[in-house]
């Protein structure tokens, strides 16, 4: 599809070849690489905008700080072995990815919230880029929706509460089995109401 008009909000990640891009009247987000599948959601039915923080950014950054002093220590260790170049490369490459995960501040999932259906964007994979990418969208979908007072977004957001409350009763009563309690609202902006659960805890 042409891309001239449109503003590239994520791109591809490592596991995924989707990508969105924002237009004047709709977000449009694009899959597959040879044959692309287009889908554009007007600014005027994103009911929310979701960020999800999650636990695999943390994970991994422990990992790779644990394995940059371990590698850092083995290294020192063959200081005057001819190995010590090759284990100070693989501690440099641990010690980059831990660096790049820490500028990251995380992992979140993003996406947004129609009548309809919810739609993830994997390429904003981090909190750093789900944050920019609120920014902008939200710009977008206030100049055609307009911004909605604190009350109308509390309101909002009493309502989802209650059905999810609902949901997760009907669940319980067939299943038996208690869920944890809804996501808490960590950020309401504009018309849109953005909330988060931090890596499934209640």
Not at 90 to 97: C, D, N, T, Y
Request: charged share 15%; net charge positive.
């Amino acid at each position: 599809m042409a891309r001239d008009g449109y503003k590239k909000l994520s791109g591809r990640s490592a596991f995924s070849v989707q990508q969105a891009y924002l237009g004047e009247e709709h977000l449009v987000v694009v899959d597959g690489v040879y044959q692309e599948r287009v889908k554009r959601i007007r600014y005027a039915d994103i009911e929310a905008i979701l960020i999800c923080p999650t636990r695999s950014g943390a994970v991994l950054s422990l990992l790779t700080g644990l394995g940059t002093l371990l590698l850092t220590i083995v290294a020192l260790a063959n200081l005057h072995n001819s190995s010590f170049m090759a284990w100070l490369i693989v501690a440099v490459i641990s010690g980059m990815i831990f660096v790049w995960g820490m500028y990251q501040q995380g992992s979140a999932v993003f996406g947004v919230q129609t009548a309809v259906q919810t739609v993830i964007l994997p390429g904003l994979g981090t909190k750093r880029k789900a944050a920019k990418a609120l920014v902008q969208l939200t710009q977008r979908v206030e100049a055609v929706q307009g911004q909605l007072s604190a009350e109308a977004l509390q309101a909002a957001h009493q309502i989802w509460r209650l059905a999810d409350v609902a949901a997760r009763e009907r669940v319980k009563s067939t299943a038996g089995a208690v869920g944890p309690a809804g996501p808490p609202p960590i950020r309401q902006s504009g018309s849109t109401a953005v909330e988060a659960s931090v890596g499934g805890q209640p």
